[in-house]
Protein backbone atom coordinates (compact mmCIF):
# COMPACT_ATOMS: atom_id res chain seq x y z
CA UNK A 1 0.00 0.00 0.00
CA UNK A 2 2.73 2.67 0.87
CA UNK A 3 4.96 1.64 -2.35
CA UNK A 4 1.76 2.26 -4.45
CA UNK A 5 1.25 5.96 -2.94
CA UNK A 6 4.94 6.47 -3.58
CA UNK A 7 4.57 5.17 -7.16
CA UNK A 8 1.46 7.93 -7.57
CA UNK A 9 3.28 10.66 -6.25
CA UNK A 10 6.54 9.76 -8.26
CA UNK A 11 4.70 9.20 -10.93
CA UNK A 12 2.81 13.07 -10.52
CA UNK A 13 5.96 14.58 -9.36
CA UNK A 14 7.60 13.16 -12.74
CA UNK A 15 5.24 15.00 -14.88
CA UNK A 16 4.90 18.35 -12.86
CA UNK A 17 8.72 18.40 -12.89
CA UNK A 18 9.33 17.78 -16.73
CA UNK A 19 10.89 20.93 -18.46
CA UNK A 20 7.86 20.76 -21.15
CA UNK A 21 5.51 20.60 -18.40
CA UNK A 22 7.32 24.09 -17.03
CA UNK A 23 7.79 25.69 -20.33
CA UNK A 24 4.26 25.36 -20.77
CA UNK A 25 2.95 27.04 -18.08
CA UNK A 26 5.28 29.73 -17.73
CA UNK A 27 4.62 30.25 -22.04
CA UNK A 28 0.89 30.56 -20.69
CA UNK A 29 2.03 33.38 -17.60
CA UNK A 30 4.00 35.67 -19.98
CA UNK A 31 1.46 36.11 -22.51
CA UNK A 32 1.49 39.30 -23.49
CA UNK A 33 3.67 40.50 -20.82
CA UNK A 34 6.61 42.07 -23.28
CA UNK A 35 9.46 40.99 -25.81
CA UNK A 36 11.54 39.89 -22.84
CA UNK A 37 9.42 38.27 -20.39
CA UNK A 38 8.54 34.49 -21.89
CA UNK A 39 9.16 30.98 -20.75
CA UNK A 40 13.01 31.64 -21.57
CA UNK A 41 13.54 34.77 -19.08
CA UNK A 42 10.31 33.35 -16.65
CA UNK A 43 13.03 31.51 -14.47
CA UNK A 44 15.58 33.69 -14.13
CA UNK A 45 13.11 36.32 -12.98
CA UNK A 46 11.07 33.77 -10.33
CA UNK A 47 14.73 32.55 -9.38
CA UNK A 48 16.01 36.04 -8.61
CA UNK A 49 12.67 37.45 -6.80
CA UNK A 50 13.24 33.24 -4.54
CA UNK A 51 17.06 33.99 -4.04
CA UNK A 52 18.16 37.67 -4.37
CA UNK A 53 20.73 38.79 -6.06
CA UNK A 54 23.32 36.29 -7.01
CA UNK A 55 25.70 35.54 -9.78
CA UNK A 56 25.14 33.85 -13.40
CA UNK A 57 26.99 31.15 -12.01
CA UNK A 58 25.02 31.02 -8.48
CA UNK A 59 21.70 31.91 -9.89
CA UNK A 60 22.24 29.05 -13.26
CA UNK A 61 20.95 25.58 -10.78
CA UNK A 62 18.21 27.48 -9.38
CA UNK A 63 16.77 28.84 -12.87
CA UNK A 64 17.96 25.18 -14.34
CA UNK A 65 20.17 26.41 -16.62
CA UNK A 66 23.56 26.79 -17.15
CA UNK A 67 25.51 30.05 -16.58
CA UNK A 68 25.85 30.86 -19.94
CA UNK A 69 22.29 30.25 -20.48
CA UNK A 70 21.52 32.45 -17.30
CA UNK A 71 23.93 34.80 -19.02
CA UNK A 72 21.94 35.34 -22.14
CA UNK A 73 18.51 35.29 -20.77
CA UNK A 74 20.14 38.09 -18.01
CA UNK A 75 21.10 39.89 -21.16
CA UNK A 76 17.61 40.07 -22.57
CA UNK A 77 15.83 41.39 -19.32
CA UNK A 78 18.80 44.02 -18.59
CA UNK A 79 17.83 45.69 -21.98
CA UNK A 80 14.47 45.39 -20.93
CA UNK A 81 15.18 47.31 -17.44
CA UNK A 82 13.81 44.42 -15.29
CA UNK A 83 17.07 43.48 -13.85
CA UNK A 84 20.73 45.13 -13.41
CA UNK A 85 24.07 44.09 -12.91
CA UNK A 86 26.09 45.01 -10.25
CA UNK A 87 29.25 44.39 -8.34
CA UNK A 88 29.68 41.37 -6.35
CA UNK A 89 31.24 42.80 -3.01
CA UNK A 90 32.90 39.07 -2.59
CA UNK A 91 33.94 38.54 -6.14
CA UNK A 92 35.53 41.83 -7.91
CA UNK A 93 35.62 39.57 -11.48
CA UNK A 94 31.78 38.69 -10.47
CA UNK A 95 28.75 40.84 -11.19
CA UNK A 96 25.41 39.83 -9.09
CA UNK A 97 22.11 39.94 -10.83
CA UNK A 98 19.36 42.04 -9.55
CA UNK A 99 15.54 43.13 -9.75
CA UNK A 100 14.90 46.17 -10.49
CA UNK A 101 11.41 47.45 -9.47
CA UNK A 102 10.31 46.98 -12.75
CA UNK A 103 11.45 43.89 -12.47
CA UNK A 104 10.13 43.26 -9.02
CA UNK A 105 6.51 44.39 -10.32
CA UNK A 106 7.06 42.05 -13.00
CA UNK A 107 7.27 39.38 -10.40
CA UNK A 108 4.34 40.34 -8.71
CA UNK A 109 2.78 40.07 -12.10
CA UNK A 110 3.56 36.90 -12.81
CA UNK A 111 3.08 35.82 -9.30
CA UNK A 112 -0.45 36.90 -8.88
CA UNK A 113 -1.48 35.13 -12.79
CA UNK A 114 0.22 31.43 -11.42
CA UNK A 115 -1.78 32.32 -8.53
CA UNK A 116 -4.77 32.91 -10.32
CA UNK A 117 -4.05 29.87 -12.81
CA UNK A 118 -3.91 27.34 -9.78
CA UNK A 119 -7.10 28.90 -8.27
CA UNK A 120 -9.14 28.41 -11.67
CA UNK A 121 -7.58 24.89 -11.85
CA UNK A 122 -9.15 23.62 -8.48
CA UNK A 123 -12.58 25.05 -9.23
CA UNK A 124 -14.48 22.29 -9.77
CA UNK A 125 -12.60 20.60 -6.68
CA UNK A 126 -14.76 20.07 -3.32
CA UNK A 127 -14.93 22.63 -0.97
CA UNK A 128 -12.09 22.55 1.42
CA UNK A 129 -10.00 20.01 -0.49
CA UNK A 130 -7.56 22.81 -2.26
CA UNK A 131 -6.92 24.25 1.29
CA UNK A 132 -6.35 20.57 2.54
CA UNK A 133 -3.97 19.93 -0.47
CA UNK A 134 -1.98 23.09 0.39
CA UNK A 135 -1.42 22.07 3.78
CA UNK A 136 -0.21 18.67 2.85
CA UNK A 137 2.13 19.62 0.05
CA UNK A 138 3.79 22.82 1.84
CA UNK A 139 3.86 19.92 4.57
CA UNK A 140 5.65 17.31 1.71
CA UNK A 141 8.14 19.70 0.43
CA UNK A 142 9.31 20.63 3.95
CA UNK A 143 9.33 17.17 5.64
CA UNK A 144 9.46 14.82 2.51
CA UNK A 145 12.26 13.57 0.35
CA UNK A 146 13.51 17.32 -0.88
CA UNK A 147 14.55 17.91 2.87
Request: net charge neutral; charged share 30%; aromatic share 4%.
Amino acid sequence: MENEVGHEIADALGILLKRTTRTQLHKHLTEGMGKAVDELTYPILSALARTGPRSAADLAPDAGLDRSGVTRRASRLEAAGLIRREPDPTDRRASLLVLTDKGEHTVAELRERLAAHIAASLNSWPPGDAQTFARHLRRFITEGPFV
